[in-house]
């Protein structure tokens, strides 16, 4: 079946620099999304990115669709201490619906 | 963003009783949702695809009498975890289809004792 890829699988920080993770697949998708999941919650939608090439910011967040409808990424500036959680990327098409592995991100003071 | 509202948030029960957990889109109708559990510190594992009026698709090694599926209307679908063991302690949640997105439910913690 379909698969993502995302990466790195988890990562450290220091608190104020920037973040970047990618999400990759085999297959083409049409929307992708991306979530983030803070312990013991469900994951909460970032940004949703409807257009190849596409880039979209939802404060000090930045998502890109890529070109080839196959990746995407997420970048994070000048990282705080509540950004600590997993994200998700996931692909769309339709009704179907496929989630990354997640990458989580740590944030030392 | 639409809301789903998963309820209930924490449950706690007896080894060989059943549970019902409840997902629902409350400003929006959701032909399609999903069930996910998750184990401590890795990624959501799909369980099964929910969809209205249907029976529901499990993914492979997931026990469709184990873990029953109501998807009666569109915007309600229940996942019931029949004869519960301590292995199905774990973290489920669901998802419900927008036009464009998924929104998630806040998760229920099942302890099984």
């Known amino acids: 079946g379909q698969q993502l890829n995302q990466s790195p699988q988890s990562m450290f920080i220091q608190e104020g620099e920037d973040v970047s993770m990618n999400c990759t697949s085999s297959?083409?998708?049409?929307?992708w999304l991306w979530y983030k999941q803070d312990p013991g919650e469900g994951p909460v939608l970032l940004i949703a990115?409807?257009?190849?090439?596409e880039l979209t910011s939802n404060g000090r967040l930045t998502a890109q669709f890529g070109i080839t409808r196959k990746d995407s990424f997420l970048n994070i500036s000048a990282s705080i201490p509540s950004d600590v959680g997993i994200y998700f990327c996931?692909?769309?098409?339709?009704?179907?619906?496929?989630f990354g592995p997640g990458t989580r991100l740590s944030v030392l003071p | 963003g639409a809301v789903v509202s998963q309820h209930p948030s924490r449950v706690i029960c007896k080894s060989g009783t059943s549970v019902k957990i409840e997902c629902r889109s409350l400003?929006?109708?959701?032909?399609?949702m999903f069930w996910y559990r998750q184990f401590p510190k890795q990624s959501l594992m799909l369980m099964a695809t929910?969809?209205?009026?249907?029976?529901?698709?499990?993914e492979q090694g997931v026990e469709k009498d184990k873990f029953l599926i109501n998807h009666a209307s569109l915007t309600l679908s229940t996942l019931t975890v029949t004869s519960a063991h301590p292995e199905d302690s774990s973290f489920y949640i669901c998802?419900?289809?927008?036009?464009?997105?998924?929104?998630f439910g806040q998760g229920t913690r099942l302890t099984v004792v």
């Open positions: 990115l409807y257009k190849a090439g």
């Open positions: 400003d929006f109708q959701a032909t399609t």
């Open positions: 998802s419900a289809m927008g036009n464009l997105e998924a929104f």
């Open positions: 996931a692909g769309q098409n339709g009704q179907n619906f496929v």
């Open positions: 297959s083409i998708f049409n929307t």
């Open positions: 929910s969809n209205e009026g249907s029976k529901a698709t499990y």
